[in-house]
């Protein structure tokens, strides 16, 4: 504990710390995670300008939430719109600023950001789409304003970024390793250097509902890796084949996602907003490749189960309430 690597030798099955000492390896597994991308923005580095990814940043955000009123979230994802929705149960002044037009565009149908848009405005929280951050000036070097890329000011006494990470990859490239968003695997996440696996949010691994290579950022896909990688490091290995799946709770409707709906070319709603229970199913040429259900956990297990087994599924019997999509699991 408390030490750094600060490189790798694959020819000779050693690592080097930082302290100078060497450690032998037969395999080695690179579990490196992901940074915090920064705010290219002047006023970036002032004090009361948080970020939100380990234990020690959730322990600091949640001390200085206490003493804040006027909260600014950059980035209207799940980081942001959790925060978001504790900061505004809390009574502060909470605004959220995002680029795109939509909250959670990157991984939802513009049905549920509707949705989430909704309920967040139903709380109080303010919403700013289509806007960058131009500029975060501060009093005695402490943050006081936001603005905004259209030249609105909001006060700020406390400004959380929620825009993203970047994995840590600087120690594989630096052992020749490939590299290339994430850190490259193969199904038994094994790099192409057959005694160093890398797992979790670094590593880009093949992944048959995306299609194709990607890199997952969620718990599931960390500790599912981190299994598949250990049952090839003792003699039983397996290709990665586990459904993906995420969740997000923002004050009293959960979000559970399974598989991945990048590609798709067709959204069905299952149920209506209005109930604050319904699902959405992602088609591309009829094949199911995610579903995202709204206070529906009944929905969620049934759809990883439907596309664990790959069990076909039309759209007009997924926007069919009455359908039990756990009877037509495989």
Not at 20 to 42: E, I
Not at 70 to 82: A, C, K, P, Q, S
Not at 262 to 291: H, M, N, W
């Amino acid at each position: 504990m408390g030490e750094r690597i600060s490189r790798i030798d694959p020819p000779n099955h050693r690592i080097q710390l930082a302290s100078g000492a060497r450690v032998s390896y037969r395999q080695l597994v690179l579990a490196t995670g992901a940074r915090n991308r920064l705010l290219p923005v002047q006023g970036a580095g002032l004090d009361g300008v948080c970020y939100l990814r380990t234990r020690a940043e959730a322990i600091d955000i949640r001390q200085r939430l206490a003493g804040a009123q006027n909260i600014v979230i950059v980035g209207g994802g799940f980081i942001g719109l959790e925060l978001a929705a504790v900061a505004i149960s809390l009574g502060k002044q909470v605004v959220v600023v995002e680029l795109q037009e939509r909250l959670m565009s990157r991984v939802v149908d513009p049905i549920i950001s509707d949705f989430y848009r909704e309920l967040h405005l139903s709380h109080g929280v303010t919403l700013a789409f289509r806007v960058k951050t131009r500029e975060i000036t501060g009093r005695q070097s402490r943050v006081s304003e936001v603005v905004l890329s259209d030249g609105t000011p909001y006060p700020a006494d406390l400004v959380v970024v929620g825009i993203g990470v970047m994995p840590n990859t600087e120690l594989a490239e630096a052992a020749g390793l490939a590299v290339a968003n994430g850190i490259v695997v193969d199904g038994h996440m094994r790099t192409e250097d057959g005694n160093i696996y890398a797992i979790g949010d670094c590593a880009l691994h093949p992944n048959r509902f995306a299609g194709g290579a990607v890199r997952i950022e969620s718990v599931q896909n960390a500790v599912d890796q981190a299994r598949c990688a250990a049952a090839s490091i003792v003699g039983r290995p397996y290709s990665y084949e586990a459904v993906p799946w995420f969740w997000t709770d923002q004050f009293d409707a959960r979000l559970q996602m399974a598989g991945l709906s990048q590609g798709c070319d067709l959204a069905v709603a299952r149920g209506v907003p209005e109930s604050r229970k319904f699902s959405v199913l992602y088609f591309r040429q009829t094949k199911l490749l995610a579903i995202d259900s709204i206070n529906r956990p009944a929905d969620h297990m049934a759809g990883r189960k439907l596309l664990a087994s790959g069990t076909s599924l039309t759209p007009d019997q997924a926007a069919d309430p009455s359908v039990d999509l756990k009877s037509l699991v495989a």
